[in-house]
């Protein structure tokens, strides 16, 4: 929240609880430090062990990081082929895949994992991430180099037979001592973690799988999902992730504010839409509208659903369709923040609010910065604008997110917000309720492991820590609460 231009600047956070670093130069990258006179404080602070953690991990990036003597000999051994006992630096390279918001919740789980295990974290940067996000780490890139020697990405899928899981299924991976002392383990992995993979690849997640990796310098890794729930069901990363983040919900809150800064021609979108429209408005109520099954939502019945959602939970005022005119004398004011592909919900709430009076006197001005038609991936300004959006609606005081969506799960976490989600109509009816409010401000995992890795059998990995529980809005999915 702002209360004037940039006049508080100086006794502000700028610095989230110590989450961010010092040492950038602040005009390339404007909204790291601004971020502060926008968003409300956060009533969640860092743990000291998250904080020691992070600047520990900003030196190992930049020791090792892309033209270090470290980086060029961990290289000289990928393209070998042969991995030695010993690497001073080991890699985890993300892969860029998907919509932007699962593409961002998959780099979080990505860095968290990069974190827990020592790793430098690496990103492919596909054909927008650097249009879109600034350097996280100081004095070095997360860019992985243009000249890395696997460059064939896009063969990286579930059948790739680089792949970890294809790798076991065929028995080519090992390490068990094989004479040559390193058993039969590659120089670089490839670790399949989209929301297709498999049973193998869903090995990933076991205990004893973890430790063939530990000798593994290249993990490259392509995922779509928020794979950090399961990470808190590896018995040895869970006492560590305890401490890193002694309130459990705050995993995304935390490490998405610490990545994911908007680059300055982003941080204009933000901060345009923000003076225009946000700015003068006393209170604010974010509505996300993402439409997955088309047949079965017909615009009216999701504009009910909407409705009856904000009413019912107060988030908007009622209209009065008797009284030309409640009240003479105006009772606050408020503006809606949507954002959809489509343009039909907002100008629906529109015209409701300037063909009706509101029963309380509050003036209610309605907002929409783009209705893109329909999803782009990797057209540049067409994501330069879902992530302007996502980051808006994480500044508003209340908001309303689709079920399933990954963008409004970015929003929440960043807000720190716990939204209340529409759920998804079922046989072409509103559900009933129209909405809930969400556990926790974290995002769900849609498509986790069930499996117990020590007694080999399938269980319900939802009932087994109190902290990793079903998912509001997919009930196989799991989330931190
Ligand atoms: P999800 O599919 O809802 O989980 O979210 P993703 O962000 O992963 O993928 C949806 C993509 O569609 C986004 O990245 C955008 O490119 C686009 N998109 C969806 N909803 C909106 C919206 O409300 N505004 C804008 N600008 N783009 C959207």
């Known amino acids: 929240r702002v209360g004037s231009s940039g006049s508080s600047n100086n006794t502000r956070d700028r610095f989230l609880g110590g989450l961010l670093a010092a040492g ?37 990036q930049k020791k090792c990081g892309p033209n270090t003597e470290s980086y060029n000999n961990a290289i000289k051994w990928l393209k070998s082929g042969r991995r030695t006992e010993i690497m001073e630096c080991n890699y985890v390279v993300w892969l860029s895949y998907s919509g932007l918001g699962n593409r961002m919740l998959s ?53 790739a037979p680089q792949s970890y899981g294809n790798m076991l299924k ?34 990933f997640f076991c205990e004893d799988d973890q430790q063939v990796f530990r000798k593994i310098p290249w993990l490259l890794l392509r995922s779509n999902v928020y794979f950090v729930p399961s990470l808190f069901l590896i018995p040895t990363y869970e006492e560590e992730l305890g401490r890193l983040f002694p309130q ?63 009413l019912k939970e107060k988030l908007l005022p009622d209209v009065s369709l008797h009284d030309p005119l409640v009240s003479s004398t105006v009772a606050g004011s408020k503006v809606v923040f949507v954002t959809s592909l489509d343009s039909v919900y907002f100008e629906k709430i529109r015209s409701m609010y300037w ?89 769900c995992f849609h498509t986790p492991p069930y499996y117990d890795c020590k007694a080999k059998a399938v269980i319900d990995t939802g009932v087994v820590i109190p902290h990793v529980r079903h998912c509001e809005d997919v009930s196989w999915g799991l989330k931190l609460v």
Request: with cysteine; aromatic share 12%.
């Open 248 to 310: 459990r919900e705050t995993v995304f809150h935390h490490l998405g504010r610490y990545l994911f800064h908007p680059t300055n021609s982003v941080w204009g979108l933000i901060t345009r839409s923000y003076w225009s429209y946000l700015a003068k408005a006393e209170e604010r109520t974010g509505i996300q509208v993402r439409v997955f099954d088309v047949r079965n939502s017909p615009v009216q019945h999701v504009l009910d659903q909407i409705l009856a959602c904000s």
């Open 170 to 203: 065929r028995k080519a991976i090992s390490d068990i001592p094989d004479g040559n002392a390193n058993g039969s383990l590659p120089a670089y992995v490839y670790l399949h973690l989209g929301h297709d993979y498999g049973d193998f690849d869903k090995l």
């Open 24 to 60: 950038f130069d602040e005009g390339s990258c404007l909204s790291r430090y601004q971020s502060v006179l926008y968003r409300k404080k956060s009533p969640h602070i860092p743990s000291p062990h998250l904080l020691e953690r992070l600047r520990g991990h900003e030196s190992l």
């Open 355 to 443: 063909e009706h009076p509101t029963t309380t006197g509050e003036i209610v001005s309605v907002y929409q910065p783009s209705h893109e038609g329909y999803q782009q991936t990797e057209k540049q300004m067409h994501e330069m604008k879902a992530w302007a959006e996502m980051y808006l609606l994480s500044l508003t005081d209340a908001l309303v997110t689709s079920a399933w969506s990954t963008f409004g799960y970015v929003a929440q976490g960043l807000g720190g917000l716990k939204p209340w989600i529409l759920f998804r109509p079922e046989n072409g009816t509103m559900p009933r309720p129209p909405c809930r409010r969400a556990l926790s401000m974290e995002p």
């Open 107 to 159: 780099l979080a789980s990505a860095f968290l994992y990069a974190l827990l295990t020592n790793r430098l974290l690496l990103i492919d940067r596909g054909a927008d991430m650097a249009d879109l996000f600034c350097e996280p780490f100081p004095e070095t890139s997360w860019l992985l180099p243009l000249d890395f020697p696997i460059n064939q990405f896009s063969s990286f899928n579930k059948k």
